[in-house]
């Protein structure tokens, strides 16, 4: 099971948190002094108590101070947790209020095909009406008598594009809207930049404890997802922008369980170099048995749709049960990577979550809708 990587100082923050009063904690300025825990006396801004009587913005409290930032430009403050969207973790470097942000509104991709071809890189073919796989809503079964029979492996299966060409165009457009609005190119595949690890590091025979390895039949299917992508047959799936949640997938159709969704891509890097990287959608790729080959999936340069799909709040028996898809990692022709799979059949209109914290537990989702 795959998880997103935690970011560590935010565990031995919330830890420390439990014993330290809270009117000792001075509201968080920015990012800059995120990797530091409580307990570290440096932690404090000189003359805090200036700050004493800063109140969130959003409640009016002034509680859970290790969570109240301040606003760079104007010393307003807002928990973490009562923002919109929530962020997940405290800022490193300099954090603006919405009021005082220089961000610009997000603007919708142009629903133009030429475009949409020259962004994903469609093949020339263009985004042509295609033999796909069909996946027919359940059907209700007559009992039948006992059989005994033999319990055969299931197969993942490949998604099913929208026949709808128009329709695709959309859900095409929604995710080059998001990427472009976060700073990302499109990539559906795993990247191996100068600088970072090289693609001989992954390798999934250095996976601790071993690695699952792919089916054969498995692999054709994941092959066609990639194959169908290249030809502009996307998954039928929509990104939307969320008050709450920010950039979230809904399924746009019908989904079966056990569908290939997506495979998790973006830039491969060693986890020593990510240990306090602000980013939160760093995935684990290999966890070795000698932790300096440890790698990690980075989508801030290059992702796909995995991006933007969120995580379940694992603290609460109704976030558990909003988990429609599981995270695998697969050993692929000796490489490992990163699928997103139906765990159950999912309806049209229904968002995607998975559960972030498949390992470690670590990272921060209590605040999660």
């Known amino acids: 099971m795959s998880f997103h990587l935690s970011l560590r100082h935010l565990s031995s923050l919330r830890n420390d948190s439990t014993s330290t009063p809270a009117s000792a904690a001075a509201p968080r300025r920015g990012r800059t002094q995120a990797p530091r825990p409580l307990s570290d006396p440096s932690w404090f801004d000189n003359g805090s108590s200036d700050y004493s009587d800063v109140r969130c913005e959003s409640?009016?409290?002034?509680?859970?101070?290790?969570?109240?930032?301040?606003?760079?430009?104007?010393?307003?403050?807002?928990?973490?947790?009562?923002?919109?969207?929530?962020l997940v973790s405290v800022p490193k470097g300099l954090w603006f209020c919405s009021s005082c942000s220089t961000l610009k509104k997000i603007k919708t991709f142009p629903l133009v095909q030429t475009k949409i071809i020259d962004f994903f890189r469609v093949r020339s073919?263009?985004?042509?009406?295609?033999?796909?796989?069909?996946q027919d809503a359940p059907k209700k079964r007559r009992r039948t008598g006992s059989l005994v029979v033999s319990?055969?492996?299931?197969?993942?299966?490949?998604?099913?594009?929208?026949?709808?060409?128009?329709r695709r165009m959309d859900q095409m457009a929604s995710l080059a809207t998001a990427l472009i609005a976060t700073g990302a190119r499109f990539s559906d595949k795993l990247?191996?930049?100068?600088?970072?690890?090289?693609?001989?590091?992954?390798?999934?025979?250095?996976?601790?404890?071993?690695?699952?390895?792919?089916?054969?039949?498995?692999?054709?299917?994941?092959?066609?997802?990639?194959?169908?992508?290249?030809?502009?047959?996307?998954?039928?799936?929509?990104?939307?922008s969320d008050p709450l949640e920010g950039f979230t997938v809904e399924a746009d159709k019908f989904i079966k369980d056990l569908t290939i969704i997506t495979e998790y891509t973006g830039d491969v890097d060693y986890l020593r170099n990510r240990e306090h990287d602000e980013g939160d959608s760093i995935m684990t790729l290999l966890s070795a048995s000698n932790p300096s080959q440890n790698l990690v999936i980075c989508p801030d340069n290059n992702a796909n749709i995995a991006r933007f799909i969120n995580g379940i709040n694992n603290h609460t028996p109704e976030g558990r049960k909003k988990q429609n898809l599981k995270c695998v990692r697969y050993s692929v022709d000796g490489e490992c990577r990163v699928l997103l799979v139906a765990n159950r059949d999912i309806s049209k209109g229904e968002r995607l979550y998975y559960d972030y914290n498949g390992l470690e537990h670590e990272y921060p989702t209590e605040h999660f809708v």
């Open 59 to 86: 409640c009016g409290s002034g509680d859970c101070a290790a969570e109240l930032l301040l606003c760079d430009k104007c010393d307003r403050g807002y928990h973490i947790f009562c923002l919109r969207p929530i």
């Open 125 to 134: 073919s263009g985004i042509a009406k295609e033999q796909t796989p069909v």
């Open 151 to 166: 319990k055969k492996k299931r197969k993942l299966l490949p998604y099913c594009p929208s026949e709808d060409l128009v």
């Open 191 to 240: 990247t191996y930049v100068p600088g970072m690890a090289p693609r001989s590091a992954n390798c999934g025979s250095l996976e601790n404890g071993g690695m699952q390895v792919l089916p054969r039949e498995d692999v054709e299917t994941l092959n066609l997802c990639k194959n169908m992508m290249k030809r502009g047959a996307c998954p039928p799936l929509m990104v939307v």
